[in-house]
């Protein structure tokens, strides 16, 4: 058998690879990178893009919470100034005349007499005075369980 046609050259050096052995690896589909020309396309990303993607993200959740802190601090404002002006009229009705120990829950209407100026609080509505009202109606109020008048009408969202 002729030597040529086997394809083996017993006089033939052995072949060394010029590769470094610690470049090497024998799974080559762990490699982070394409090992040959028919592997995907391995692109590295734009590290301001990835960051600037991340900070327009930051930004718009934290401004949707503080929003949402922003509205949650109105509304304590407003709860805040419902209460002092609950202060501030049970304050004036308990300084009118009361003829009668009021009741929680129930609807009662704030005067001014005409005479005097004085404040009076009534059980009688300011359509059931008849032709001669001996007051100025100023407002309907029901007193609450603790204690504070809130406001169901006044003089000006009647006229209003």
Request: no cysteine.
């Amino acid at each position: 058998m002729n030597n040529e046609w086997s394809g083996t050259d017993k006089h033939s050096e052995e072949f060394i690879n010029p590769v470094d052995k610690t470049k090497v690896t024998s799974t080559p589909g762990s490699l982070p990178y394409p090992h040959h020309a028919g592997s995907a396309l391995v692109r590295p990303e734009d590290m301001g893009k990835v960051q600037g993607l991340a900070l327009q993200a930051m930004y718009q959740q934290t401004d949707t919470q503080l929003q949402q802190i922003r509205e949650q601090i109105e509304l304590l404002l407003a709860q805040g100034k419902n209460i002092q002006t609950r202060i501030q009229v049970s304050e004036q009705i308990y300084q009118a005349a009361i003829g009668f120990d009021p009741v929680i829950n129930h609807i009662y209407h704030l005067y001014q007499k005409k005479s005097d100026q004085a404040w009076a609080l009534s059980m009688v509505a300011p359509h059931e005075w008849g032709r001669k009202k001996p007051y100025e109606y100023l407002a309907t109020v029901r007193l609450l369980a603790d204690h504070t008048w809130e406001i169901l009408k006044t003089r000006e969202t009647d006229e209003g």
